[in-house]
């Protein structure tokens, strides 16, 4: 058996330098907020640029039924996108928004169809409370939410690192295994 651990030993230092940025990374988002949820608006408007582009591609080759419902959503699409390129930070808030109203649909919904399911109702009704109290906190303050997500990201990129880190120092160390096959008898005591 072939094992590819000792190319990816000789490569330990990959891992230390990408968990090294992922604290980097974290660090800066939590230095710097504003400059984060800026830069998840720009990225929020290249995607949904290349997501335009792509219903645009549908639209003219697509399937002659769909064309028409493909060429409305990459309109839709590419007004959005170019919306978070002119003003990243305030499309952001419209996002937050657009999710909290979906949370509170999307609670209220749960807790209906929880009162006409037989097992676990308990459970849907609580999941959908849940989501409907979020949904009303984001949507009475939006920023809240923008600024969980630049918290949420924080703490991820922070535990990314360490664990990047952590996996390259544990490569680093292993030895490298022998090469030869090693043989196998069968025994039956």
């Not at 990243?88 to 808030?93: A, F, K, M």
């Not at 409370?129 to 949420?152: D, F």
């Not at 990314?160 to 996996?167: D, E, Y």
């Amino acid at each position: 058996m072939i094992s590819e651990v000792p190319a990816i030993r000789r490569n330990w230092w990959l891992f230390v330098v990408l968990g090294l940025a992922c604290l980097a990374a974290g660090v800066a988002a939590l230095v710097w907020p504003d400059i984060t949820l800026l830069a998840f608006g720009i990225i929020l408007g290249i995607y949904l640029m290349i997501g335009a582009l792509l219903e645009i591609i549908d639209a003219v080759t697509g399937d002659p039924g769909g064309r028409a419902l493909s060429a409305i959503l990459a309109v839709v699409t590419l007004l959005a996108g170019l919306i978070c390129f002119r003003r990243p930070g305030e499309s952001l808030v419209v996002l937050a928004v657009a999710l909290s109203l979906y949370l509170v649909a999307a609670g209220v919904f749960r807790i209906v169809r929880a009162f006409s399911a037989e097992a676990l109702r308990w459970w849907g009704v609580g999941l959908g409370l849940v989501e409907v109290v979020v949904g009303i906190v984001i949507l009475a303050s939006p920023h809240i939410a923008l600024g969980t997500l630049v918290v949420v990201f924080s703490l991820d990129m922070l535990f990314r690192g360490v664990v990047s880190i952590v996996a390259g120092f544990m490569l680093r160390s292993l030895k490298d295994e022998d090469t030869a096959p090693v043989e196998q008898s069968a025994s039956f005591a």
